[in-house]
């Protein structure tokens, strides 16, 4: 490889795998261990907070009498799509990341609305919430201001880094209903979601997938879940609705099964094959809900047992990816 660490890494799994624990044990592990993982000093992207967000959007609505815009009743989205629109809510933040644009705005609420809008017209859903009413509009900036700074703030407080042989790291969790074949068709998985990622993030990036089965991601759901820290990264619930509806089964094996390179799912999108190197993080038996806990209180076998896991699935992504680079360098 031209640079020592990964450059972005797409963290995948379903809800509750021990992606974001596992977020948690890079940002507080020693420098010899990151090293040895192949990942820098990160910067993270998440599409949480805007799923949060749409959540939030409708709880006001609700409250304003009007429709609901994002989730049925359920819980589940009204228009599968919106898989899409997170992912270029993500391509966004990562082209602010890479090109250090400053958010500067009196209304968060409007420039956040207006992302989504222009997300969402990207997979093909006309605009929704700049069609809503200007008496609600109003409304909406008033009692979502405190929302839409935390997500203007979290991206401006990464702004002046320097990304120079650091790791952008990217998370998100797609699946299907339960019981669904392979491959999954709509917007569902995935397959859907990995195509809507900009040009530049599938030139670079490699995948870390933590595995973990549905009835495991149901099981560690409950136990992580707190009802009165809904935004947390660590501790958001999911409803068994949408686990058993969206997240009831995942498509991330079985796209490095049909890859015709090993180690690899193979995107097709904007013209080209990208072929994004795998490792993946066997985690189907809990080894990462310590890492919820303080990180004073982790013991060393535990971390071991993340690290040498972690480094499994790295030295993985680490050789295809060089091989990847030694490809494109040929070309």
């Known amino acids: 490889m031209s640079e020592k660490n990964f450059k972005t890494i797409l963290l995948l799994g379903l809800p509750a795998s021990g992606k974001s624990e596992i977020r948690e044990f890079i940002n507080n592990n020693s420098k010899q261990n990151i090293t040895s993982l192949h990942i820098g000093e990160n910067v993270q992207l998440d599409d949480f907070p ?115 042989n650091k790791t952008i790291v990217i998370e998100m969790s797609r699946g299907g209903k339960d019981g669904a074949s392979f491959p999954l068709t709509g917007a569902k998985g995935y397959q859907y979601s990995l195509k809507q990622l900009n ?13 973990v089965t549905p009835e495991e991601s149901r099981r560690k759901n409950a136990d992580r879940c707190d009802p009165n820290d809904p935004g947390s990264n660590l501790h958001h619930g999911v409803s068994l609705n949408v686990l058993l509806n969206d997240y009831g089964c995942d498509d991330l094996i ?12 193979k995107v097709s999108s904007w013209g080209n094959d990208y072929y994004l190197p795998t490792g993946i993080f066997d985690n189907r038996q809990d080894k990462t809900s310590f890492l919820r806990n303080d990180y004073r209180d982790w013991k060393k076998e535990d971390i071991d047992y993340v690290v040498n896991g ?17 490809k494109q360098s040929a070309k």
């Open 50 to 164: 805007y799923v949060h967000f749409f959540s939030c959007i409708d709880e006001e609505l609700i409250k304003l009498k009007q429709n609901r815009l994002f989730y049925t009743a359920q819980d589940p989205f009204i228009d599968d799509r919106d898989w899409g629109t997170l992912v270029n809510l993500l391509n966004q933040d990562y082209y602010d990341l890479v090109n250090k644009t400053k958010i500067e705005t009196a209304n968060p609420v409007a420039y956040i609305f207006d992302r989504i809008d222009e997300a969402s017209i990207t997979v093909g859903i006309r605009p929704r919430l700049s069609l809503l009413p200007t008496v609600i509009l109003n409304k909406l900036y008033v009692n979502l201001k405190a929302e839409a700074e935390k997500l203007v703030l979290l991206k401006n407080n990464q702004l002046g880094i320097d990304l120079d």
């Open 310 to 326: 972690l480094s499994k699935a790295t030295d993985t992504m680490y050789k295809t990816n060089a091989e990847r680079e030694i």
């Open 199 to 211: 040009p530049k993030i599938l030139s670079d990036a490699v995948i870390l997938y933590v595995w």
């Open 254 to 265: 079985y796209l490095t099964e049909i890859s015709d390179v090993k180690d690899t799912v």
